[in-house]
């Protein structure tokens, strides 16, 4: 079976509108069956393990995996740990052991490659090959270069029967932020905004909260608790002092803040600075033309200053999500005013939207976004919808950016 080929045929990770539409709420742990009928079964089981992964393992990709034996009864499952605990595999061996299990014969189905290299943890396909399993059906390849089929080959080299690409696609759209950073040096970046239903962020005077409902502003939590980071610009924290963290989530570790503040307006005592916060480490992307006085005095409240502007004196964005990248942000999610979010459109940075519209209007005001003016209609940011979704009166639409997930197709490793 072909992961290229999987790749670029429709998938159930496909809604009915046309875009996949990234998921922001881990499931309740699955049943655990007996026993599975097939391999899509066993795979379908695993991904559902995976999702687990979803608000945990960051910035690891999120794994599910499931063993099973030679008559199709499950001996074990597992999922991604924080980063630094066991993976899936590792999780799901030491389960069978806890349950007094053979795995020798077993079959194990893994939603991404198992990892050959040491990491922060040993090697899974290590791990699987002294188990003693037989077969291991494997979802995605991991487009990690320190894995680049190594994992699969040594399994191979031992004797293990190896396949892969079933439910590939599902596997890399959970992950698409760890297959960006991987393939294209960048995060994810995902867009979140919530107006009016006549596209108001926020009124002249600058209040906008709250627009959209108590509903809508818990599911927007949710995409911030699935990210590595959440960004937003010096408007926002000027006009609003925002906290910008994740609340009402029992989460192991917590989204960064990025504010691109090229003058290094934000006060040291704003509210995302409070060290009473959950862990989560501020970085703020500066041009450079703040004085030192004002760099000492947010350095002391504990934010990390970088300087990394652009020819207008401006945070150089492209540079910015380069940066992000190196410092192992997957995804990352944009609540941010017009002028940063039509920055960020206008570079051609931004992957998805998630769009909240509350079903009232309010005239004049603040916009979604400011880029242009455009002269020809044509030259509008084409994007794909997935289903639309009521979260309590509101409206969520999430849309892709047309072909910005075509780094998914990149074929791997041409040997396999
Ligand atoms: N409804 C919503 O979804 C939502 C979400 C967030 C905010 N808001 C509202 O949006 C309003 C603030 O919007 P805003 O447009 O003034 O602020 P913003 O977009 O949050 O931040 C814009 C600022 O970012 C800085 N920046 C640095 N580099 C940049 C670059 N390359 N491109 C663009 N900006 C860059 C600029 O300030 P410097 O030159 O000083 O760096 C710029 O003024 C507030 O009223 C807030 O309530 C609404």
Redesign the pocket.
């Known amino acids: 079976m072909s992961d290229k080929a999987s790749a670029s045929s429709p998938s159930s990770a496909r809604s009915t509108a046309g875009a996949p539409a990234s998921v922001n709420q881990a499931a309740p742990a699955p049943d655990m069956p007996s026993s599975v009928d097939s391999d899509t079964h066993a795979m379908r089981l695993a991904m559902a393990w995976a999702l687990q992964a979803l608000w945990l393992s960051n910035p690891n990709p999120r794994v599910g995996c499931v063993l099973t034996a030679a008559n199709g009864s499950v001996i074990a499952s597992g999922f991604t740990q924080a980063a630094g605990g066991p993976h899936a595999e590792a999780m799901a061996l030491r389960q069978a052991t806890e349950r007094g299990l053979s795995t020798v014969g077993a079959t194990a189905f893994v939603t991404l490659e198992p990892c050959s290299h040491v990491g922060r943890t040993p090697p899974c396909c290590d791990a699987l090959i002294e188990s003693g399993i037989k077969r291991v059906v494997i979802g995605a390849l991991d487009p990690n270069p320190q894995v680049a089929g190594q994992g699969l080959a040594r399994m191979r080299n031992a004797g293990i029967e190896v396949s892969h690409g079933l439910l590939a696609n599902e596997s890399r759209w959970l992950n698409v932020g760890f297959f960006s950073r991987m393939l294209r040096q960048r995060p994810w970046v995902r867009l979140?905004?919530?107006?009016s239903s006549d596209g108001v962020?926020?009124l002249p005077n600058?209040?906008?909260?709250w627009?959209?409902s108590e509903q809508a502003r818990a599911d927007g939590l949710a995409f911030r608790a699935r990210s590595c980071a959440v960004l937003?610009?010096?408007?926002?924290?000027?006009?609003?002092n925002?906290r910008l963290n994740v609340r009402g989530f029992s989460l192991q570790r917590h989204p960064h803040l990025v504010v691109?503040?090229?003058?290094l307006?934000t006060p040291p005592d704003a509210k995302l600075m409070n060290p009473t916060q959950p862990v989560r480490d501020v970085w703020l992307?500066?041009?450079g033309i703040a004085g030192l006085e004002v760099q000492a005095g947010l350095s002391e409240a504990g934010a990390q200053l970088r300087a990394m502007g652009?020819a207008?004196?401006?945070?150089?964005?492209a540079a910015l999500f380069a940066d992000l990248a190196q410092r192992e942000v997957n995804e990352v999610h944009v609540?941010?005013?017009?002028?940063?979010?039509?920055?960020?459109l206008r570079?051609g940075l931004v992957d998805e939207v998630v769009l909240?519209f509350a079903p009232t209007l309010l005239g004049q005001g603040?916009g979604?976004s400011?880029f242009g003016p455009l002269t020809e209609l044509v030259q509008g940011i084409d994007m794909d919808f997935a289903a639309p979704s009521l979260i309590g009166p509101d409206v969520r639409l999430q849309a892709l950016v047309r072909g910005a997930d075509s780094f998914l197709n990149t074929p791997l490793y041409t040997h396999t």
């Open positions: 979140k905004m919530a107006a962020t926020a600058g209040n906008s909260q627009i959209t937003t610009g010096a408007g926002t924290v000027l006009a609003d925002p691109v503040d090229s003058r307006q992307y500066h041009s652009n207008a004196g401006k945070v150089d964005l609540e941010a005013g017009s002028a940063l979010n039509g920055s960020l570079e909240y603040l979604l400011s």
